[in-house]
Structure formats: C-alpha cells, structure tokens
C-alpha cells in the first residue's frame, strides 16, 4: 500500500473530483482554466520584490520572465526556474509559493520563465525560449543584480526536463556558465516503462495516461521521445554537467527515472545529492494550500545545496 499523508489524500480526492485533464482537448482545456477563478494565494511567503518583464525568444516573439529580488545589497546567485506542467499546461504563477521562499531564504534571484507551451508551441520551441531566457539572465546579469558566474538552472516535472537540457546545452555549444541544477521530480524519459509506473499508474494525480497526454501534445511525432533532448536519460554521456539537487516524490510515476537520471551523473562524475519527500505525491512542490510543509522542506534543501555549491566553486 502507498504511503500517504491525509493532506495527499485530500488533494487526490479533490484532483479526481471533476473530469480528468487527458479526456479533454489540450487548448480546450487551457481555456476554461483561463475562464475560471483565480483560487486565492493568501499564504504567500512575502518578498522584497517582484518584477514581470518581457524579453525576447529565439524567432523574436515574446516571452515573459517574473524576477523574485531578495532584500539586501546583492549581486547575487540566481535560479533560473522553468515551472513544471508537461510542456502543456502550467504558469509562472502556479509555483509562486516555491519561488518567493528560495528568493527570500536563499538570498537568490529567482527568474520565472513564462516559456510558450504545448500543442501550439510543441517541441523544441519550449526548449528554444528557456535557453534565451537563460542567455538573458546572463547578459543582463549586474541589471538585475545578478553576479553572472553564480547562475543555477532548475525546474519541476517538464520544467525539471527542461533544466537538464538546458544545462546539458549550454555545456555543448560553450553557452553561459551553470553553477549548478535544481531538478524537482524531472521527467527525463518518455518510455513510461519503469517500476514506479507500474507501481503509481492510476489514482495518484499523475496517472500515466495524463503523461502520455502530456507526452503526445509536446511531440509533433512520437519517435522524438527517443531523442535525448526529449529523454535526457539517453544522452551519450552527461560528463562535465553542473551539481545537482534531485528532489523525488515517494508516491510518484516520475520517481524510478530520477533515481536513474542521478546514476547517470554520478557514474559520469557530476557531484549529485538525491533527497526523497515522503507521503508525497506529484505536483506536491509549491502547492502551499495541501503541501505548505513539504514545500518548505524542499525549499530548505534546495538553499542548502545552493549555498554548498556557492562554498565549493
């Protein structure tokens, strides 16, 4: 039997309340979520400032980018975070919880990246806008009071993929330095093949048929899932990547491939820490209204491997 807290049992039971995401048409769908109330965010960590701008993508459209400034006289580090939602769905404003707590306890500059999404934006495109938002943060970096050799990438779920290659990226084309990576329950293979599928494949908020739905609306064509861009699981080789944090959810489809992605670093010597919430499930990660403490946790790990990483460099 699973393992998990009344408050996972709560958010479950409201999850399977209404109708399931997959049954619905994905730009449907994004629209009546646009239609529908804003839930009220009353527990927000406050911060000492926050600020949209919008810069430019790759094909010179716009993309939006949330700037988290802690108090204080900086440069500081900064997080360069891609929110997770399956390419598909998801916003800057979902993980506003998560951001505004490693800002304020971190001392970092947190920059929230509003990359365009799925089916409209399908493959590479999201890939494409969270490199130039990183090549931003980079270029402007004393603008925002950033120091330029302190930059970590990181994200949740598909903004956890994305990370990875980002980060795998800038390493291959000589792109900006990455300090380190902040890889929250990452999707790094699209073969839905592994125990933990099995194990969590229905009734706990990420059922697999959700991830095929996912996984079929980011790709224009199904063979992509083997590329490594897609699957990071299959690059060649990951030598040479930055630190890495991976956080897991124990009641997870995603949980067996972040083990798997953390072996990979290691056996390729990247230094990993590898930190296992328990009682958990996805999507538990700056959902403050069911998961207050379990994002504070992982909150608190994350500063700790970013201010490590800040002692060893």
Not at 231 to 246: E, F, H, N, T
Not at 267 to 296: C, R, W
Request: a negative charge; hydrophobic letters at 40%; glycine letters at 8%.
């Amino acid at each position: 039997m699973a393992n998990l807290t009344e408050n996972a049992k709560a958010y479950l039971e409201a999850f399977y309340s209404g109708p399931k995401i997959e049954s619905f048409d994905p730009i449907e769908f994004k629209a009546l979520q646009a239609q529908a109330p804003v839930a009220p965010q009353n527990n927000l960590p406050s911060i000492h400032q926050t600020e949209d701008r919008s810069i430019k993508a790759q094909d010179g459209q716009d993309i939006r980018i949330r700037i988290y400034t802690p108090e204080g006289e900086g440069p500081f580090p900064a997080l360069v975070y891609y929110h997770g939602g399956g390419w598909v769905i998801g916003s800057i404003e979902m993980f506003e919880g998560a951001n505004r707590l490693i800002a304020m306890e971190g001392k970092v500059v947190v920059v929230s990246v509003d990359y365009r999404l799925a089916p409209e934006h399908p493959y590479p495109t999201p890939i494409e806008d969270c490199y130039a938002a990183l090549e931003w943060v980079a270029a402007n970096a004393e603008e925002i009071n950033v120091n330029p050799a302190r930059i970590s990438v990181g994200g949740d779920s598909a903004g956890g993929n994305l990370a990875t290659v980002i980060a795998k990226k800038a390493l291959d084309q000589n792109g900006p330095a990455i300090q380190s990576q902040v890889l929250v329950y990452p999707v790094t293979n699209l073969e839905f093949t592994t125990d933990s599928y099995k194990e969590f494949a229905e009734g706990f908020g990420l059922d697999i048929h959700l991830m095929r739905w996912f996984g079929k609306h980011y790709l224009s064509d199904a063979t992509q899932a083997g590329e490594p861009d897609v699957s990071p699981l299959k690059y060649d080789s990951v030598k040479g990547l930055p630190p890495a944090i991976i956080i897991a959810a124990e009641n997870d489809v995603l949980k067996d491939e972040g083990v798997a992605y953390a072996e990979k670093l290691k056996q390729d010597g990247v230094h990993v820490q590898y930190e296992l919430i328990p009682g958990v499930i996805h999507a538990y990660y700056s959902n403050l209204m069911f998961f207050e403490e379990e994002t504070k946790q992982s909150v608190q790990h994350i500063v700790k491997f970013l201010n490590k990483v800040e002692q060893t460099i």
